[in-house]
């Protein structure tokens, strides 16, 4: 047997991508869509979580969409939204809990995506969400637990393994 401990393996939870566009409308609908073509899933709409007179916003406005991918629609989306970012990402990309976001600036610059004249040029936000085996315990409903600090992911951990495993490089 091989000494690596199979529970500080680090996986990805979840890929969250999400556009937003700041009004509901014919807008929200195109970046709706535009999010379908790109992951093949229905994405949601996310609401104004409080009243912003000032850019005419008010609570429970639906102001954005976001689909959430795991397994392996969730690697290959990465892998082609790195490849948006050429593989490179700043070390402020990445929080203290182990996780990272990235934004790609047009959805032209990701893979195998054509542009579309109707809808105009949108860019989208990737978050990535990093955990290790058995981390379901602090989120179940029934009883429910805590995660040694020792489980959790560093900053330095993720980096790691986002080096590793997709070859990125960090500036």
Same mark, same amino acid.
């Given at each position: 047997m091989n000494g690596e401990n199979p529970m500080r393996k680090i996986l990805i939870e979840k890929v969250t991508v999400n556009i937003g566009t700041g009004q509901p409308g014919e807008k929200l609908d195109n970046a709706k869509g535009l999010l379908e073509r790109l992951t093949g899933k229905k994405p949601i709409?996310?609401?104004?979580?409080?009243?912003?007179?000032?850019f005419k916003l008010r609570k429970g406005l639906a102001i954005g969409t976001k689909v959430t991918l795991r397994g392996k629609d969730a690697e290959s989306f990465l892998e082609k939204a790195l490849a948006a970012k050429r593989k490179v990402l700043k070390e402020t990309?990445?929080? +203290?809990?182990?996780?990272? &976001?990235?934004?790609? *600036?047009?959805y032209i610059d990701f893979p195998g995506a054509k542009y579309d004249p109707a809808?105009?040029?949108?860019?989208?936000?990737?978050?990535v969400t990093l955990e290790?085996?058995?981390?379901?315990v602090s989120k179940r409903r029934i009883l429910k637990s805590k995660t040694g +600090?020792?489980?959790?992911? &560093?900053?330095?951990? *993720?980096?790691?393994?986002?080096k590793a495993?997709?070859?990125?490089?960090?500036?």
């Amino acid at each position: 047997m091989n000494g690596e401990n199979p529970m500080r393996k680090i996986l990805i939870e979840k890929v969250t991508v999400n556009i937003g566009t700041g009004q509901p409308g014919e807008k929200l609908d195109n970046a709706k869509g535009l999010l379908e073509r790109l992951t093949g899933k229905k994405p949601i709409e996310t609401n104004a979580k409080r009243r912003e007179p000032a850019f005419k916003l008010r609570k429970g406005l639906a102001i954005g969409t976001k689909v959430t991918l795991r397994g392996k629609d969730a690697e290959s989306f990465l892998e082609k939204a790195l490849a948006a970012k050429r593989k490179v990402l700043k070390e402020t990309n990445f929080d +203290r809990a182990g996780n990272f &976001s990235f934004g790609v *600036a047009e959805y032209i610059d990701f893979p195998g995506a054509k542009y579309d004249p109707a809808i105009e040029m949108y860019g989208f936000d990737v978050c990535v969400t990093l955990e290790r085996p058995g981390a379901r315990v602090s989120k179940r409903r029934i009883l429910k637990s805590k995660t040694g +600090r020792k489980h959790g992911i &560093s900053k330095e951990e *993720a980096l790691e393994f986002a080096k590793a495993r997709f070859g990125i490089k960090v500036e």
